[in-house]
């Protein structure tokens, strides 16, 4: 049984070197140099590694300030075409639009305002030219960063839709799901939606209702591509100020997941490194939301003034004092608080400029440790898989209203005791 084990591990090692180099391999010579610096003497785990590189390169990637590309992917005639019009910057780049089916035979690239958009043909057509569109369409999602995939209201999902959905979803790509010309569909909005949700195995929150001829919830779509990408939350910040901190939340709600994960992965000589790497890529994050210019080497020196990590262990003695707790619940909430408490010290520093006493940060590491605590606990008992675990911190805290305004925390400061 051991071989098979070692079998297995040796398996996923090389799976995790390959997708390791692979992330690599898509950093620029500075943005390794870089990543390259804050990961010396770290981890041994492979898939924190990974988890850990992969965050870094995205947050990275947002320091250094790509252009993300964006590809309109869907079923023939259901108005991709139409869609990349409404979001190209240049009447000159518009696509050619009509009712027949397989009007789009090559991608198309070019500028919106966030990112750039790209054109694709029906990636569900028959017949020898269709295999080679869908080709094209697969490889232009492929190449993307980000899908926008449309279905349509009238056609609605059957088999081939549902094929092309999951083959999508498989690029693990970020994605958009939408339904467009809701235009066409007056009484049973609602009904078709979650029918259409139904068919695709998700919710009808994750699908946006367009209209792409006449340009309904097209803004809503704008923001949700954004909301999902970090590269699009820091151009979205700077244009949009008064949804900074939404959107640096954001951020600090997928570090400090990772940090929970963190927390309760074993290292054998530091458990410091690894969340301290998190963080600064979390406070470069924000930095660029807030239009602050540093580098990851000042994000880290930043990150480790804030002190927190003393805290987090004198919080960790306190809280174990009482007993009650599982020791991996306490370790996971207070290294998520941690991560909180200086995504919020960081956006404060950078809108105002002020830092926040010792004594204060002290106060909220503990209400929001306790807040985070409450809420798991209610997720049930037993200590959960790693990634279950993720995805538990990162929905009690996209979920809570810390996200909001920042009141929390500013309550917590004021309160006495
Ligand atoms: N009512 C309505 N019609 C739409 C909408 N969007 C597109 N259409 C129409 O649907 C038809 C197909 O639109 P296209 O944008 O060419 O669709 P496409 O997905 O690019 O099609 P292919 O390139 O052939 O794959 C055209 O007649 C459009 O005018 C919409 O939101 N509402
Ligand atoms: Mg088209």
Redesign the pocket.
């Known amino acids: 049984m051991n071989q098979i084990e070692n079998e297995q591990n040796k398996l996923t090692q090389g799976e995790n070197q390959k997708s390791l180099q692979a992330i690599w391999g898509s950093l620029n010579p500075a943005e390794q140099k870089a990543l390259a610096s804050l990961l010396k003497g770290v981890p041994s785990d492979m898939n924190l590694m990974r988890t850990l590189l992969r965050l870094s390169a995205q947050h990275l990637r947002m320091a250094f300030g790509k252009k993300r590309r964006v590809a309109i992917v ?10 990349y019009n409404q979001l190209v910057l240049r009447k000159s780049d518009r ?10 035979r090559m991608t198309k690239e070019a500028e919106s305002d966030l990112f750039n958009v790209i ?1 694709t ?2 990636a569900d057509a028959i017949g020898e030219a269709g295999k080679s569109q869908q080709e094209l369409a697969i490889q232009a999602a492929t190449d993307a960063d980000f899908l926008v995939i ?1 279905f349509d209201a009238i056609q609605g999902i059957k088999t081939t839709e549902l094929e092309l959905f999951e083959q999508l979803s498989d690029l693990n790509k970020s994605v958009v799901v939408t339904l ?5 569909v007056k009484k049973h909005r609602t009904a078709i939606l979650q029918h259409t949700a139904s068919s695709l195995n998700i919710t009808p929150e994750q699908i946006i209702p ?5 340009g309904e919830n097209l803004p809503q779509l704008v923001i949700a591509i954004a909301a999902k990408e970090p590269e699009l939350i820091a151009a979205l910040g700077q244009s949009l100020p008064q949804f900074r901190w939404q959107l640096a939340w954001r951020s600090i709600a997928s570090a400090a997941s990772i940090s929970a994960v963190i927390a309760l992965t074993p290292l054998p000589v530091i458990d410091f490194a690894p969340l301290i790497i998190t963080q600064s890529v979390m406070v470069l994050g924000i930095a660029r939301i807030y239009n602050y210019k540093i580098t990851l080497g000042r994000a880290k020196e930043l990150a480790i003034t804030f002190g927190l990590g003393f805290l987090g262990r004198t919080l960790f003695y306190e809280l174990s004092k009482f007993g009650g707790l599982p020791g991996w619940l306490l370790a996971a909430a207070i290294a998520s608080s941690t991560t909180v408490v200086m995504g919020y010290a960081a956006s404060t520093w950078f809108e105002k400029g002020e830092k926040i006493s010792q004594e204060n940060l002290k106060k909220i590491m503990s209400d929001t440790t306790k807040y985070l605590l409450d809420r798991l606990k209610r997720k049930g008992d037993g200590k959960p898989g790693k990634k279950k675990l993720q995805n538990d911190i990162a929905s009690v805290l996209e979920d809570s209203p810390l996200g909001e305004t920042r009141s929390f925390f500013e309550d917590s400061q004021n309160s006495q005791g």
Not at 180 to 184: A, E, M, P
Request: no cysteine; proline share 12%; charged share 15%.
């Open positions: 869907g079923p023939t005639n259901v108005g991709k075409s139409t869609l696509a050619e639009v009509s009712p027949l089916p397989g009007t789009t054109d043909p029906g449309v467009n010309k809701i235009d066409l367009i209209s792409a001829n006449t």
